[in-house]
């Protein structure tokens, strides 16, 4: 039988803060990302071994449920970019050891405060830009305004590849656009 390693029932959580949730760098993160954190919240202790958390490649992969190795290094690199991990101890190649990382959320082997770099992050202009989606002027239909608060004229819709194969005497095949109205005039002159 395993040895219990805690009575304390709160040792099956980990706590998500507010602040961390609703900075940039957080919303900024892509769904892998945020999932890697998750994983790698779960495996720290955050008074006893920040710093030391282990966080192999293949480990995180099984855990997360992601197969592709190199998703998740990019969420890895990410969430370090971002300021939510630092990297401890890198093995040196040919070792079969495993990274470790500290959680900047917590404090890190004895600090008495957590670093929290990433309420420090501000997206630059190649990085990731938080999604914002363009708003429709029902007044003037020509022009829809970006986030940015500028007018972009709107894109003319091009006819559709499967409109230039349909048989002659059928207007459209596609549902979302309306069928083309003919004039009384042109089907007098047709006949």
């Known amino acids: 039988m395993t040895k219990k390693t805690s009575d304390n029932p709160l040792d099956n959580y980990f ?11 957080y919303r900024s993160l892509s769904l892998v990302a945020r999932e890697v954190l998750r994983a790698l919240q779960y495996r ?6 920040n710093g030391r958390v282990r ?14 190795l190199k ?9 370090e970019a971002r300021g939510f991990i630092v990297e401890t101890f890198c093995p040196k190649k040919g070792q079969k050891l495993v990274k470790r990382w500290a959680l900047t959320c917590y404090p890190i082997d004895g600090a008495p405060q957590p670093l929290r770099s990433y309420l420090l992050w501000t997206p630059k202009r190649k990085d990731f830009q938080l999604p914002t989606a363009p708003k429709y002027n029902p007044v003037d239909d020509e022009f829809i305004y970006v986030s940015s608060g500028k007018k972009k004229p709107v894109e003319k819709e091009e006819e559709h590849p499967v409109d230039q194969i349909a ?25």
Do not use: H, N
Request: glycine share 8%; charged share 35%; hydrophobic share 30%.
């Open 167 to 191: 048989p002659k005497g059928i207007e459209s095949y596609r549902l979302s656009r309306p069928a083309v109205r003919v004039d009384e005039k042109e089907e007098e002159l047709q006949f």
């Open 55 to 68: 966080g192999g490649v293949q480990d995180l992969c099984e855990e997360v449920g992601i197969a592709d």
């Open 15 to 25: 706590a998500v803060e507010r602040s961390m949730v609703e900075c940039p760098a």
């Open 71 to 79: 998703t998740l290094r990019q969420g890895l690199k990410d969430l």
């Open 44 to 49: 720290c202790r955050p008074w006893s071994q």
